[in-house]
Each structure stands twice: as structure tokens, then as C-alpha cells.
């Protein structure tokens, strides 16, 4: 026996069903086509695409990851820092017959005469002159030159790199 009541106040059978207003319905969904010239448009377009798949395929390249315990090492032998492990500034004498002191002072031990262009790295630098007045700009520069010598050289002989 089924007793199906139009109000929702009473007790719910096992013949019940929701009222349409409470109901959700999702529409089916339609079915593929498979008339002989639809499969065809379908092919040409699947074929179609299948070229710029590729392409973008092709254009990824092929990475490995590196392996943890490889054993390749990357050089790390610089000239640069050999010659300058403390990262010290570098420059170059910018005047020809340039004179290398023991002291900054003219009155110094003359080491040798430098060529333009000749590279060093600065050490230090001596903002006095040798009558000890201050300037703003560095009147002696501590360089080292390429053949490891240390020396003093007037500052406005040196351009900084």
C-alpha cells in the first residue's frame, strides 16, 4: 500500500519523493555526432593540431637533473683570482716612466720605472701628501704589480679600474 500525502507536516514514507522544487536536474549530456562527415571534420581538425603539439614538444629541450654525487667539478682557477685573493681594487698606471717607490715619499728607494698601461692592484691608499696636508683625492697608492712586487706610486699616475 502506498499512501502519498500532499503535505510535508506528516511522517515521510518509503513511497515519498522530493517535490519538484527541491529537485536538481542536470541536463544529460548530448551525444557525439557520428555521421560519416562529421568523424571526417573531426579527423582533419585532430590532425591539424597534431603538428603544433609536436612543435611545442620539440622545442622543450631535454633536461636532466644533475646528479648529487657527480662527478663533475666546475674549474674554478680565475687568473683574476689568483693574482687578487682579497678582491682588492685594480687599476693601471695611465702615464709613461712612472717611478716605483719602497716609501710614499719622492725621497724614497726607486724600485723601477713602470710603463703606461701596466696593471696593478691597489692596497692601499694615502690621502697626505709627504708634508702631511690632507686632500680629497689619494697622493700615493700601495699597488701590487703583475710580478708580485709591493711599492708606492704618485696617485695621479694610477687610473682605477
Known amino acids: 500500500m502506498l499512501l502519498v500525502g500532499c503535505s510535508n507536516d506528516g511522517p515521510a514514507t518509503e513511497a515519498s519523493q522530493p517535490s519538484p522544487s527541491n529537485a536538481t536536474t542536470t541536463p544529460a549530456p548530448a551525444p557525439e555526432p557520428t555521421t560519416p562527415e562529421v ?12 603538428p603544433e603539439k609536436a612543435t611545442e614538444t620539440e622545442a622543450k629541450p631535454n633536461k636532466k637533473a644533475a646528479k648529487p654525487n657527480s662527478s ?3 674549474s674554478t682557477t680565475v687568473a683574476a683570482k689568483k693574482e687578487n685573493p682579497a678582491g682588492n681594487p685594480t687599476g693601471y698606471i695611465g702615464r709613461e716612466n712612472i717611478v716605483f717607490y719602497s716609501e710614499p715619499s719622492t725621497t724614497a728607494q726607486k724600485l723601477s720605472t713602470l710603463k703606461i698601461n701596466e696593471s696593478v692592484i691597489i692596497l692601499e691608499t694615502k690621502m697626505t701628501d709627504e708634508a702631511g696636508k690632507s686632500f680629497d683625492l689619494p697622493q700615493w697608492f700601495k699597488v701590487q704589480l703583475s710580478n708580485k712586487k709591493v711599492g708606492w706610486v704618485v696617485g695621479r699616475s694610477v687610473t682605477v679600474n
Open 72 to 74: 663533475f667539478k666546475p
Open 39 to 50: 568523424l571526417a571534420d573531426t579527423t582533419v581538425a585532430s590532425a591539424q593540431a597534431l
